[in-house]
């Protein structure tokens, strides 16, 4: 193996790109740049996946099957009316919608509203448990690693990208500081559950 230093020739900037292209793999600051787009999107992967259904790691699979006992007790939404306000009425139909559960074998519709309550309750429960469990397992991660990251790229990226145009004007242009990575951000990406209320409840998940 040759320990030599690769030194360019004398080339015009279209030949300058291909070989820096051939030889790291592009420019450094499109290379920082697709590093950190590549972890963030991995990390994303990886939160996404305790939602995703049939996933061995599915968090949201209470919920799935709770929702999908309810609208199978009620056969109508509208069964529901005397038990929810029509905010929470419209919470459990988009989280249905949203989450598509499906049943193996579905209870026999029974729109008692003594069933219904306890179907709503367990559901309920079901949301509570996963909004704890979701809440804390954000707060528990360690995140210094992408927070190097995006303050390397915040700092770097634009004197890469000015040698490499030899214009630092054409450089800034459509340039945005990345911001902090916390919990709360991700939080905002894969938010909570909305907790459906009961007529004539108080808060108390």
């Avoid at 367990?122 to 995140?143: C, G, M």
Wanted: with cysteine; charged share 25%; aromatic share 8%.
């Amino acid at each position: 193996m040759s320990d030599e230093i690769a030194v360019p020739p004398r080339q015009d900037n279209q030949q300058w790109l291909r070989w820096i292209q051939a030889q790291y793999g592009g420019p450094a600051c499109i290379r920082r740049g697709k590093r950190l787009h590549d972890a963030l999107a991995q990390l994303e992967q990886s939160l996404a996946r305790f939602r995703q259904p049939g996933h061995d790691d599915d968090w949201l699979a209470m919920v799935r099957i709770r929702l999908g006992q309810l609208h199978a007790l009620a056969g109508d939404w509208s069964k529901l009316e005397p038990l929810l306000d029509a905010d929470s009425l419209r919470i459990v139909q988009q989280l249905y919608t949203d989450l598509q559960p499906q049943l193996r074998l579905p209870p026999a519709p029974d729109p008692r509203p003594d069933v219904l309550r306890t179907a709503l309750q367990e559901l309920q429960e079901a949301i509570a448990f996963f909004n704890r469990r979701w809440l804390r397992h954000l707060q528990s991660l360690d995140l210094s690693f992408y927070e190097r990251l995006i303050a390397d790229y915040n700092r770097y990226y634009l004197l890469e990208k000015e040698c490499l145009l030899q214009s630092p004007r054409l450089a800034r242009l459509g340039f945005q500081p990345l911001p902090s990575l916390t919990w709360q951000s991700l939080l905002g990406r894969f938010p909570l559950l909305p907790m459906p209320r009961l007529r004539n409840e108080t808060s108390e998940h």
